[in-house]
């Protein structure tokens, strides 16, 4: 979490932007906006001052499945160029190992807790497989993320609607072709 002080930087700083873009943010409309956006950046900066990822459950499952496949989850992340969104959906798949699965709601808040810095995709997608390697240990780790990148949306380039994919494989997902053959045709449908 960002503390009082560093807010009251963001505070301070959002007020300096405001007047160089020709606006008074002494205005009623914009009088609370610098911190409104120091609450915002809290939120959507969290990772860098919060406690390593560790809020996670591991069970023991005997004779475990070969594959655990969630699909679709929903992220919103801030592209470390332009401060600007880029969001989209993340397929992650791991193969259990040592009889051991993580609970299931523990996926999504790891991509949270990832997703919660400045990033570039890439890295977003290499650093969501290394947080769930160091936690489970599993014996292979597949990531797919495709999203929309604001800042080649609304500004720049100016091309709505593009998709871009990252993908990261690790384990029995570089060595079996069959088993990453079957992650990219159920992630497909
Ligand atoms: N590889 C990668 N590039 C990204 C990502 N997000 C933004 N970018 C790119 O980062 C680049 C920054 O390029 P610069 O030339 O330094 O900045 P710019 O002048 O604002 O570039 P334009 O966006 O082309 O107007 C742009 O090409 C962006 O599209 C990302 O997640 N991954
Ligand atoms: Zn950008």
Redesign the pocket.
């Known amino acids: 979490m960002i503390d009082e002080k560093n807010q009251a930087k963001i505070e301070h700083a959002v007020r300096e932007i405001l007047s160089a873009v020709g606006e008074d943010p002494d205005r009623p409309g914009l009088v609370e906006t610098p911190a409104r956006v120091a609450r915002m950046y809290a939120e959507v900066f969290a990772t860098k001052t919060a406690a390593p990822f560790d809020n996670y459950k591991l069970f023991k499952v005997e004779h475990p499945t070969e594959m655990v496949l969630l699909k679709d989850i929903p992220f919103y992340s801030m592209?470390e160029?332009?401060l600007l969104p880029?969001f989209g959906t993340v397929q992650v798949a791991y193969v259990p190992q040592h009889e051991q699965v993580i609970g299931l709601s523990k996926i999504p808040r790891l991509i949270d807790y990832c997703s919660q810095q400045p990033n570039?995709?890439?890295r977003l997608t290499v650093s969501i497989a290394t947080e769930l390697q160091r936690i489970l240990d599993p014996a292979g780790i597949a990531v797919s993320i495709t999203a929309r990148?604001m800042?080649?949306e609304m500004r720049?380039?100016s091309k709505p609607g593009v998709h871009t994919e990252s993908s990261y494989y690790s384990g029995q997902f570089k060595t079996d072709l069959d088993l990453k053959r079957e992650f990219l045709q159920r992630i497909a449908k």
């Open positions: 592209c160029h332009h880029f570039v995709q890439e990148h800042c080649m720049g380039v």
